[in-house]
DNA sequence: TATTGACCTTCCTCTGACTGGAACCTCCAT
DNA sequence: ATGGAGGTTCCAGTCAGAGGAAGGTCAATA
């Protein structure tokens, strides 16, 4: 297979797959011409990287996964470890963007939303600091 | 005020107050040794810069924020369409990071966690992908 | 006066995970 | 012979800074 087919029935964008192999998470065969040749394992590599990807893993953490994948006699705490730390990141940014999201929504309640320059989005962004005592 | 104080007082790092500069989000003047030289109004504009990254605008968000703020003649709707739209792609990433969220925590639940290697979370990621038919 | 240490300056590189583009090569069909 | 669709490498850019090196400045102390 060259990278198009694999592109296609991976669903990752050719450069992300040479990306891949840059990086060294995978290592496909190459033919005499030069171009890339993929097995059906190489593949199967590529879908477990996009699937943890889709789930937010970072690069790194793909890396642990796959080598945890190969190892035999991994224990599942290992993994399970990894993805809890990884869920953890996830709920803390959910917390985070919530955050941001309700005190947005509540600023932009508040907006008139007219052709009059009055607006408490500004009004907040721009509340004064406080001075140094004299 | 040198950019130490400035720091302190506003809670962005020297670094970012630099880069706000580089960028033309603030124009300092320089004292005769080369310090930049705060005055209130840089404060005032720093701060303002902070709370809408805290908000999660972009830099260029801000840009556009800043010119708001600072036109008199501004309306109320372009402030808070540009603050809508923000808010629709927090809301749109909040999404996305519930819906990972869901999916991992019910992995995590399923995993052991123990010694043996056999991993709901390895078995997901490395479901086959459909084959192309024959 | 010399020196210390805190503070300031610029400049350069690095981050993550790609994406876009240029310049060039290869293959297959016409 | 040519055209177009694929493939290759390499370089630069993204975003919003962070880290660090090399050096200048200032105020206080010995």
């Given at each position: 297979m060259?990278?198009?087919d694999v592109a296609t029935r991976s669903g990752l964008p050719a450069k992300t797959i040479r990306y891949y192999e840059d990086i060294g998470l995978i290592k496909p065969r190459r033919s005499d011409?030069?171009?890339?040749?993929f097995v059906e394992s190489d593949l199967h590599k590529l879908a477990f990287l996009g699937r943890a990807r889709a789930l937010g893993f970072t690069i790194e953490d793909c890396r642990t996964l796959m080598a945890l994948y190969e190892d035999e006699s991994r224990a599942s705490s290992d993994v399970k470890a990894l993805a809890?730390?990884?869920l953890a990141k996830i709920t803390?940014?959910?917390a985070d963007l919530q955050a941001?999201?309700?005190t947005l929504s509540?600023?932009?309640t508040c907006c008139a939303g007219d052709e009059r320059p009055d607006c408490p989005i500004l009004q907040d962004l721009s509340r004064q600091i406080s001075r140094t005592p004299d």
């Open positions: 060259n990278i198009g011409n030069g171009y890339r040749c809890e730390e990884h803390g940014k959910i941001m999201h309700d509540e600023l932009v």
